[in-house]
């Protein structure tokens, strides 16, 4: 059975309201973490720079930049366990 125009439109309306909801909790969401966990921005920022560090060097033909980059990720975890309770906001849930 076929969806009719209408019924169409509010699914799809639906849809669409759910995802600008969704999209304003992220971003309450990483505002908060922002402002309360002390180098956050900048460890996010450095993760950032090095992916796009590492895809490059992939385009231009390394082989073992995944590698490379696996192990950075890698030594970042082991540096910053965060763990589920330093991400405790806006909905007291893990962000």
Same mark, same amino acid.
């Given at each position: 059975?076929?969806?009719?125009?209408?019924?169409?439109?509010?699914? *799809?309306?639906?849809?669409?309201?759910? +995802?600008? =909801?969704?999209?304003?909790?992220l971003e309450e969401r990483t505002a908060y973490? @922002?402002?309360?966990?002390?180098?956050?921005?900048?460890?996010?920022?450095? *993760?950032?720079?090095?992916?796009?560090? +590492?895809? =490059?060097?992939?385009?231009?033909?390394?082989?073992?930049?995944?590698?490379? @980059?696996?192990?950075?990720?890698?030594?970042?975890?082991?540096?910053?366990?965060?763990?589920?309770?330093?991400?405790?906001?806006?909905?007291?849930?893990?962000?």
């Open positions: 059975m076929a969806l009719t125009n209408s019924q169409y439109d509010i699914i *799809i309306r639906g849809f669409e309201e759910k +995802q600008r =909801r969704n999209r304003r909790l973490v @922002h402002s309360h966990v002390e180098g956050y921005r900048e460890l996010s920022d450095s *993760i950032a720079s090095a992916s796009t560090a +590492q895809g =490059r060097k992939l385009l231009a033909g390394d082989e073992h930049a995944l590698d490379e @980059h696996d192990q950075r990720a890698f030594r970042h975890e082991e540096a910053a366990p965060f763990g589920c309770g330093a991400f405790r906001g806006l909905s007291g849930s893990c962000l």
